[in-house]
């Protein structure tokens, strides 16, 4: 990503803090981490780790789609997709995790990781998020895979 790209992406994602100045100051003087509320320019749907991680390589394989942002949380061991605000369509399914209005979610800036935060695909400013149709096919798509090597996988 190229300078500008970056500091658009610092923007568009700072715009969901209560106090966006507070939140750059926090990634670059604090924690490293800020909480930015949910519901208003983005949902999170927070999937595990192996599940995230395949889905998201399967959405690259159509070579004109971009995926969204997409978060990952080496500690907890889960990957967060970021989909636009829609508080009336659920997501359903074991281990599946909906941030929407009222949730807040820990993010990192989008130029370096922080804590067990890391961007796997960092947002570039432009509001560009993953499209629900798309994600829905490719968790289907890796959860099939997994449930194929899951004997020899291990748990």
Not at 3 to 28: F, I, S
Not at 49 to 68: K, M, N, Q
Not at 74 to 79: D, H, I, N, T, W
């Amino acid at each position: 990503m190229t300078n500008t790209m970056w500091t658009r992406g610092v923007e568009w994602l700072a715009a969901a803090a209560p106090d966006p100045r507070a939140c750059k100051r926090d990634w670059d003087h604090g924690e490293g981490v800020a909480l930015l509320e949910a519901g208003r320019f983005w949902d999170v749907l927070s999937v595990p780790e192996r599940l995230g991680l395949l889905a998201l390589d399967l959405l690259w394989l159509p070579s004109p789609y971009v995926p969204g942002p997409t978060l990952v949380d080496s500690a907890a061991e889960r990957v967060g997709f970021f989909l636009p605000p829609d508080p009336a369509d659920g997501w359903v399914g074991a281990g599946l995790r909906y941030a929407t209005r009222g949730s807040w979610v820990a993010v990192p800036p989008p130029y370096r990781p922080a804590r067990s935060l890391e961007w796997l695909v960092p947002p570039d400013g432009t509001g560009t998020l993953h499209r629900p149709g798309p994600l829905e096919a490719a968790l289907r798509q890796a959860n099939g895979r997994l449930a194929v090597l899951a004997p020899s996988w291990g748990p």
